[in-house]
């Protein structure tokens, strides 16, 4: 750049640096806070009063009813079942197995792009103790909550090593991305295979294992069916587009009960596999529909612009797409990805309904079926109800983490 | 075979030639949006090293033609030769037009998942196929010629609007281009960081770059400009140096247009 005669930076207009401000006392700031949030007129402190009474009373009641009138002997007693079902005991090692995998990508994931915060700490005591508390009440299986201490110990382990790698770019620091990345790719089909690999009992997935295995199988599987999807149908060939239309229109326009009933009915023809094979295409054909759709809706968020800088640059049409386009609409479609992801995640309760599969739902009606737990069914879908909540709050909290993270040069 | 394929190459040759030092040719281009014509029979000629500076009022076709100069819009008649390669729908023609045709955009459209030298890299190591610490060097030059160097590791949503404008110059100059077109580069822009982008514009029109222009800003057209153009209606109406079109303009509606911006 000698020859070229040097610019300078163009002056800006600089303003002498703000004088420091005293800061308020945190006293002074709390009364403030109170006033203006809880009480800041005379209707207002009535409607505070009110909601305080009310959600008093809630806990109040929750409180009773958990510690007081509820009897969890339905849950302690029939913990496998609800569990693992009719899974061989013997073969429970593959379900330790691909748990401790599981947490040891949680664990290698914060460790790579994120870190623990003190919540996540808590959360995570707090269901170690829970977990404890179910596996050795009573005394009976001190084996099932050492398996997941030490699954959280690997968690731990795993993130431990990962987070003190340099996080400044690099040789290393690009390896270790490039192996947690390929790891996450490959998370789906290892945790399968190490699920799936055993004899035929062995692949009775049942009870909260089968839930645990079936979301990510529809959400993975759907994802990598919706892009394609999508893409195809903003295609401006028209077969294509008319092509991917259909496939669209057609799943959504049919509940995912009537596509169970094609699983049980005729999928067996089609594609053969097991009832739980089946179960899985029918859940990432389904979700793959409705996921296709959020991310149509991010591609024709994104301006115009950005497609004509890229082929301005000289990006061709694929091009454009892989480094451009795609990398936006996604992230622009996480929350809506995310909202199908924990539908299809509550879903997978239907397939009780349908399918002679038990999930954690299904085996949760086995358990009050007995008849000495019968009058203890509130206890037993209080505790369904819970542990869904819990997993799709989990599900909700990671989704904004990812979109914190993904943050960087928004607009 | 040879001999076909001599006799094309004598004939391009040929058309270089006669040409001469014309990079750019169009001849009776029309454009059409559904029933709307954009533009009507517009020809020109534009030189190697010539700033040209488009003027007109909206929707009078100055952004529509240009971009028909890379592609980004078809025309629907009428003939464009860039640098002696006709644009049709041959792909490899619009790729070799592409890569020596840069452009600037009114909302800069930078990639806003991208950090700034990223932005600026990624033509040449995608369509170049540089390799990556030989594309930082020369993202990092041409950072340095607008004058940004210390912003590479930024995001685009960090920065000025004006010094967006600057990166989305840096990244169109990173592709080695022969002709950069400009499509209202400071419309969008407040008052205060117009000048910083002008100056940049200014410096690379004396460098030699072949340069043609949509804006409103006159006193640019006044001072850079080889030769305005007005545009109205879709067509070429007047064209001159700045000293025929400022001092004395032939067409009613130059000399109306003229009257209501300066």
């Known amino acids: 750049m000698a020859d070229m005669p040097m610019q300078q930076p163009p002056g800006r207009i600089v303003l002498p640096p703000h004088r420091v401000r005293a800061s308020r006392p945190f006293s002074v700031r709390a009364r403030e806070w109170v006033r203006r949030n809880l009480f800041p007129s005379r209707n207002g402190t009535i409607l505070t009063v009110i909601a305080v009474g009310f959600l008093g009373a809630l806990l109040a009641g929750v409180i009773w009813f958990v510690f007081i009138d509820a009897n969890w002997r339905v849950i302690t007693e029939n913990r496998w079942l609800l569990f693992a079902g009719g899974y061989p005991r013997e073969e429970a090692w593959r379900l330790w197995m691909g748990m401790g995998f599981t947490f040891m990508l949680i664990g290698l994931t914060y460790g790579t792009w994120s870190s623990f915060g003190r919540r996540d700490h808590i959360f995570v005591g707090l269901i170690s103790a829970f977990v404890v508390f179910l596996m ?200 809506p990805i995310v909202g199908q992801a924990i539908a299809i995640w509550k879903d997978t309760t239907l397939v009780t309904v349908i399918l002679p599969l038990r999930e954690l739902k299904g085996n949760a009606d086995s ?43 928004e607009r | 075979m040879t001999t076909h394929d001599g006799v094309s190459d004598a004939s391009a040759d040929s058309d270089r030639l006669t040409d001469s030092q014309d990079i750019i040719v169009a001849e009776n281009v029309d454009k059409w949006f559904g029933d709307f014509q954009a533009l009507d029979n517009v020809s020109m000629n534009i030189k190697e090293h010539e700033i040209v500076v488009i003027l007109g009022p909206s929707g009078s076709g100055k952004s529509t033609f240009i971009r028909c100069l890379n592609r980004l819009e078809e025309h629907d008649a009428g003939r464009i030769v860039i640098d002696g390669i006709e644009m049709n729908d041959d792909v490899r023609n619009l790729n070799a037009i592409r890569s020596e045709v840069g452009m600037v955009f009114q909302q800069f459209n930078l990639f806003p998942h991208l950090s700034v030298i990223s932005n600026i890299t990624l033509g040449p190591q995608k369509v170049r196929h540089m390799p990556k610490a030989e594309a930082q060097q020369l993202a990092m030059q041409h950072l340095e010629r607008v004058g940004i160097p210390e912003q590479a590791d930024k995001y685009p949503a960090q920065l000025s609007g004006g010094q967006q404008q600057r990166v989305a110059i840096a990244r169109a100059l990173a592709m080695q281009p022969k002709i950069m077109l400009f499509d209202e580069p400071t419309s969008a822009l407040d008052p205060e960081m117009i000048k910083e982008v002008l100056d940049v514009m200014r410096e690379l029109a004396e460098s030699g770059m072949t340069m043609i222009v949509v804006t409103h800003e006159m006193g640019f057209a006044r001072e850079v400009a080889d030769r305005l153009i007005f545009f109205d209606e879709g067509a070429l109406v007047e064209q001159g140096t700045p000293q025929h079109f400022f001092e004395n303009p032939e067409e009613e509606r130059t000399k109306l247009f003229l009257s209501q911006i300066l």
């Open chain 1, 367 to 409: 358990a009050i079926a007995q008849f000495e737990f019968t009058p203890d069914r509130i206890e037993a879908y209080v505790f369904v109800a819970v542990v869904f909540w819990a997993v799709a709050f989990m599900m909700s909290r990671i989704s904004q983490r990812v979109e914190r993270t993904l943050g960087v040069g």
């Open chain 1, 136 to 335: 050795a009440h009573g005394g009976a299986s001190i084996w099932s909550s050492l398996w997941f201490l030490l699954a959280v110990g690997v968690m731990y382990l795993s993130y431990a090593v990962t987070v003190r790698m340099p996080r400044e770019l690099g040789p290393i620091r690009t390896l270790q991305q490039r192996v947690v990345g390929g790891l996450l790719i490959l998370a789906l089909p290892i945790a399968l295979m190490i699920l799936l690999s055993g004899d035929a009992s062995a692949r009775q997935l049942d009870g909260f294992v089968l839930n645990l295995v079936l979301a990510p199988v529809g959400i993975v599987g759907g994802l990598a069916m919706a892009i394609p999807l999508a893409i195809g149908r903003a295609s401006r060939m028209k077969t294509i587009s008319w092509t991917c239309t259909a496939y669209i229109e057609i799943v959504r326009g049919a509940p995912l009960l009537g596509w169970l009933f094609v699983a049980l009915f005729i999928l067996d023809d089609v594609i053969g596999g097991s009832l739980i094979v089946r179960a899985m295409v029918v859940m990432a054909v389904f979700t793959g529909a409705y996921m296709a759709e959020s991310i149509r809706g991010a591609l024709q968020a994104l301006p115009r612009g950005q497609y004509e800088a890229a082929h301005a640059v000289g990006l061709s049409r694929l091009q454009a797409l892989r480094l451009i386009i795609l990398p936006q609409a996604l992230r622009i479609s996480i929350p």
